[in-house]
Structure formats: structure tokens, C-alpha cells
């Protein structure tokens, strides 16, 4: 018989509302009520948890991160799998590994969890970021693009076969030859085209939304700029509602201002949380990657080594992990806690197509919940019904 648990609180955050006085019920790995304490009677045997004054809310969905510690999710199944684990401690329970290569590697760190079990955040699905984006051509940094291809419908063919079709989301370089007959390709496969690492302009954006690049990646970061006369990638991003987006939200990447820019141009529903992550857990100090790229961590931001701080494009993914922007979205900008979450659960889980299982609490969907307090700390993470981390 499955078990049964019934988690209570002051306060349910089911991803749109917050329920005083609330309860998740979850029986094996599917949820089966969550509501008012008033209106359900707990099932006679059920394991009853009263958090009291934390929160319970959905579990985070991290649809842009490619590693921790400096070492990336694909450099080899342990490394993939201890990422999912990392992520899954403080409160992602579904985690999309971003990547460019070595797709095998991630595969069998899928295989694994679905055969022996969660320990972390689940990985359902890839999101590719790349081999096909515009080379930075940054002096002092050129490891950055060793590994980008010209876009091709045959090499995309190979990846898509490699990744046994698991592959839901994919950057691309919009202005570069056969971008947009491949963005057309892609998205006969149910594939989220997103426009990434691109230096071209609102024009190129708009007429890449016309050929089925519907994403902006990591909004503001490797694109080209609004300004007044010349509107740029941002402008398009920011002003078509058909183009959904998302934002590293720790403050250092993005400026908090822009983060609130993006909100109230794009709303809730339309931008995403995420931390572009691939530095978290380490001390201050210089790292060498396995790609070959040298990274300085300084006051835990990450910076190409050596190169010209005051030039775009030389910071190296974040070092806050998922819960720290939801947290900044809450206190430092002062939206709702409900939004914010909202932008790590729903909002991720729709433009992933992904909404009939995740991103919500709700009587029929998988058990991802977690629950935390005011801080976004967290005490409990349940992954599928399983619990990966209990403070």
C-alpha cells in the first residue's frame, strides 16, 4: 500500500493563492488534496506532518542551470547526478541540466533516477543551449566558443537521436545562416526555440518569432540592448506577449531593477526564474573548468579570469541557487510571495509544456512540494512523493 502523508500549515502556496489553514495530501507519488484543513478529513492512517508557521508551496522548477561547484552537468553521470541533488537540497525539484555536448552522460543520469529512484530534483528533460549561438568574441576568453556549430538540421538530427528525443528546450543564434529553417524544424518536434547568444536586433528578433522562436534565454545577458532609437533583442523580448522569457534574478548577473523592468512589462506568467548556474558551492578562489576555461569566484560571483570586468559577457553563470532570486523577487522587490513563486513553478512549467504534472499543487499531479519559511530556507523537499531533503 503507497504511503500517505498529510503536510499542514498556517499557509499553502498552491502556485496562484494561498490557502490559510491549509493541506497537501499526497498518497505515493500523486497528489490527492490540497486545500483548506476545514474542508478535507485526513484518510484514517495517514502520516500527519503541522508545519505550523513554514510555508508549503510547490516544488521550484530550474529550467536554465548547467552545473555547481564548477563542474558542469555533463562532465559525467556522478557530476549530473550530484547537481540534481545540490539543486533538489534547497527547494528545485524539477531541474531541465543545460547543456551544449556530451548529451550520454545526462541521459544515464536520467535513467538512473527514474530506475532507482529520486535523491534530488528530477531531470525529465534536456535544455540545450547551443552548439548553435553566435560566438561571444570576447579577447582573452576565446574557450567560450570552441564548441559552437553552424546550425544544421543533420547535426541537430544527431543530437535529437543522441538525446532520445528528450530535448525540450533549445537556444540558437537567430542571426546566424540556417538559424530560422532550423528554428522551424525544431519546433515541428515540440521544442521551445529560444533565441540565445545573439547580437542582432528588434527586426531579427521579430522575424525570428515569425519562424517559431517563441523564448528569449537568460533576458538582458548575450543581447543586444534596449536603447531609446534602437530597441534591440530586449525590445522585442519585452514587448511581444507571444515571446516568453526568463531572468537570473541573485542581483549581480541582472541588476534588480531590470528584473522588475522585465515583470511589470512581460507579468508574472511570462518570465521565468532562473539561475544560469554553474559556480554555487565553491569559496572565493581561481577554478579551472573542464571545458579549459579559467574562472575567478570573488564575494560569490563568478568572472572569465583575466579578462576586462567592464566588458558584457564576462561573467560566468550564477552562484544563487534558485531559491535566493525567488526570495529577491520577494523581499528586495517587493512583489507578492505568491508571484514570485509563481515564477519558479507555473510560469516554467507552461512555457515548458509541462503543466499537466508540475508547477502546481494540485489533486492529480506529481507530489513535488516543498516547504520553507520566510527566508526561503527550506525544510522539507519531496520529490515525487520522496522526501530528498529534511532540515
Given at each position: 500500500m503507497a504511503r500517505i502523508r498529510a503536510l499542514m500549515s498556517k499557509r499553502v502556496i498552491d502556485g496562484y493563492r494561498s490557502i490559510p489553514d491549509g493541506v497537501v495530501v499526497y498518497e505515493g507519488s500523486q497528489i490527492i488534496f490540497v486545500g483548506a484543513q476545514k474542508h478535507t478529513t485526513v484518510?484514517?492512517?495517514?502520516?500527519?506532518?503541522?508545519?505550523?508557521?513554514?510555508i508549503i508551496g510547490p516544488g521550484l522548477i530550474e529550467m536554465h542551470a548547467h552545473g555547481c561547484r564548477g563542474v558542469d552537468a555533463n562532465t559525467n553521470t556522478e557530476a549530473c547526478l550530484d547537481f540534481a541533488n545540490f539543486v533538489g537540497q534547497r527547494g528545485t525539484t524539477t531541474l531541465l541540466p543545460t547543456i551544449n555536448r556530451k548529451i550520454s552522460c545526462v541521459l544515464d543520469a536520467m535513467k538512473i533516477q527514474e530506475r532507482d529512484g529520486y535523491k534530488g530534483a528530477s531531470m525529465p528533460f534536456i535544455h540545450m543551449e547551443g552548439p548553435f549561438t553566435t560566438p561571444k568574441n570576447i579577447e582573452g576568453y576565446e574557450t567560450a566558443d570552441t564548441h559552437l556549430l553552424p546550425p544544421s538540421i543533420e547535426k541537430f538530427e544527431e543530437l535529437w537521436e543522441e538525446a532520445e528525443g528528450r530535448i525540450k528546450m533549445m537556444g540558437i543564434g537567430i542571426e546566424l545562416p540556417g538559424a530560422l529553417e532550423l528554428a522551424r524544424h525544431m519546433k515541428k518536434k515540440g521544442i521551445v526555440v529560444a533565441c540565445a547568444h545573439t547580437r542582432t536586433g528588434y527586426n531579427e528578433m521579430m522575424?525570428?518569432?515569425?519562424?517559431?522562436?517563441?523564448?528569449?534565454?537568460?533576458?538582458?545577458?548575450?543581447?543586444?540592448?534596449?536603447?531609446?532609437?534602437?530597441?534591440?533583442?530586449?525590445?522585442?523580448?519585452?514587448?511581444?506577449?507571444?515571446?516568453?522569457?526568463?531572468?537570473?534574478?541573485?542581483?549581480?548577473?541582472?541588476?534588480?531593477?531590470?528584473?522588475?523592468?522585465?515583470?511589470?512589462?512581460?507579468g508574472y506568467d511570462r518570465v521565468a526564474i532562473i539561475t544560469d548556474l554553474s559556480m554555487a558551492g565553491l569559496a572565493d578562489g581561481d577554478y579551472l573548468r573542464d571545458d579549459g576555461r579559467?574562472?575567478?569566484?570573488?564575494?560569490?560571483?563568478?568572472?572569465?579570469?583575466?579578462?576586462?570586468?567592464?566588458?558584457?559577457?564576462?561573467?560566468?553563470?550564477s552562484s544563487y541557487t534558485q531559491n535566493i532570486g525567488v526570495k529577491n523577487v520577494y523581499q528586495r522587490l517587493g512583489h507578492p510571495l505568491e508571484a514570485a513563486i509563481r515564477m519558479a513553478t507555473v510560469t516554467p512549467a507552461k512555457i515548458l509544456n509541462m503543466y499537466d504534472t508540475v508547477g502546481s499543487l494540485k489533486v492529480g499531479k506529481d507530489a513535488d512540494i516543498i516547504v520553507f519559511d520566510n527566508d526561503l530556507e527550506m525544510t522539507e523537499v519531496i520529490v515525487k512523493g520522496v522526501t530528498v531533503y529534511s532540515a
Open positions: 484518510p484514517s492512517g495517514a502520516e500527519i506532518t503541522d508545519y505550523g508557521d513554514l522575424k525570428a518569432y515569425e519562424n517559431g522562436v517563441t523564448h528569449g534565454t537568460h533576458l538582458y545577458n548575450v543581447m543586444t540592448g534596449f536603447h531609446h532609437r534602437r530597441p534591440g533583442t530586449v525590445g522585442a523580448i519585452l514587448t511581444n506577449d507571444g515571446i516568453t522569457t526568463e531572468v537570473i534574478c541573485d542581483g549581480f548577473l541582472v541588476d534588480l531593477v531590470a528584473v522588475d523592468i522585465a515583470i511589470r512589462c512581460k579559467w574562472i575567478t569566484v570573488e564575494n560569490g560571483v563568478s568572472y572569465a579570469k583575466g579578462v576586462d570586468r567592464s566588458k558584457d559577457n564576462t561573467m560566468s553563470g
